[in-house]
């Protein structure tokens, strides 16, 4: 059952070059992960231990997942892949177990990265563990922790995991030897919006005169995810009017039709 929780990808293909901005989490990432990963030899000889784990945290969409895959490409590392509020869910009872198993996994492919996504729905503070999910939560979350601690920050497996809400998590994960390297993963500034407009513009055929700079005006306060889904949507405009390329205009349309969205969406939530 533990390959139907889990999508392992053998090897991933996302490049550093497909990411718009995180100059600094990409560096801070090739330091702590990759470097290790490549030349624990390093870390030997001159006696300091990189860390086993590593927390990305900010607003959906912006690029988590993206750095982690992008990772594990450069560190020739085989790339796993678990979202934590699925493998709560789907295997009751089992939480422990799978942790135990996928970790066994990782020794067993490594070079390897284990990437749990939503950390949150497994790792968060507990206040009031009176039910029985909530028990098998804490027992899975105790499992992992048993499973950070046994191994060493030189075996040539690590873990990346990811969370929008690093308010709620349980201390006990980001102590020393666990989680302890936490990287934030911001909404993009003026230029990251820029290049991540560049990044999905320059595949795509557009007309000669894109403001880039002018569309990152326009859609502050999106997240990458969020540019993608312009790029598209003014695809989309370009050829429902017969269009093969796609025109500043439906670029500016469609940052509108995403911020109507995303609106819409803020108002659910309240
Ligand atoms: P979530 O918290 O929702 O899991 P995430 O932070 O893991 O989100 P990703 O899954 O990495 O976000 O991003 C979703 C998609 O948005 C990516 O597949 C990519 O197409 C695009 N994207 C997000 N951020 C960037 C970025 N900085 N550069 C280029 N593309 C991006």
New binding site residues.
């Given amino acids: 059952p533990i390959v139907k929780t889990m999508e392992i990808v053998e090897k991933p293909n996302v490049t550093y070059s497909?990411?718009?901005?995180?100059e600094e989490q990409i560096k801070e990432l090739r330091e702590v992960v990759e470097l290790p990963l490549k030349k624990p030899e390093i870390f030997r000889e001159i006696g300091v231990e990189p860390p086993k784990g590593v927390l990305l945290y900010g607003p959906?969409?912006?690029?988590?997942?993206?750095l982690a895959k992008a990772v594990a490409t450069e560190s020739n590392a085989v790339f796993i892949h678990v979202v934590a509020s699925e493998f709560a869910q789907k295997f009751v009872g089992e939480g422990a177990r799978i942790v135990r198993e996928l970790f066994e996994m990782a020794k067993r492919k490594a070079p390897s990265i284990i990437f749990i996504?939503e950390i949150d729905a497994i790792g968060a503070k507990r206040i009031d563990i009176g039910t029985s999910g909530e028990r098998e939560i804490q027992r899975t979350l105790m499992q992992l922790l048993a499973e950070l601690d046994g191994f060493n920050p030189l075996d040539n497996v690590k873990i990346i995991a990811?969370t929008?809400r690093i308010d709620i998590l349980d201390p006990a994960l980001l102590r020393p030897g666990r989680f302890d390297r936490i990287i934030e993963?911001p909404l993009?500034d003026f230029r990251g919006r820029t290049e991540?407009f560049n990044?999905y513009l320059k595949k795509m055929k557009v007309e000669d005169n894109i403001n880039l700079e002018l569309l990152s005006q326009l859609s502050e306060g999106f997240?990458?995810?969020d540019i993608?889904n312009v790029c598209v949507e003014a695809a989309y405009m370009a050829i429902r009017d017969g269009r093969n390329k796609v025109t500043m205009k439906d670029l500016v349309d469609a940052i509108t039709k995403i911020n109507v969205k995303r609106n819409n969406m803020e108002s659910m939530k309240e």
């Fill in positions: 497909e990411i718009g901005g995180l959906p969409g912006t690029g988590k997942t993206m996504d990811a929008n993963v993009p991540i990044i997240s990458g995810a993608k």
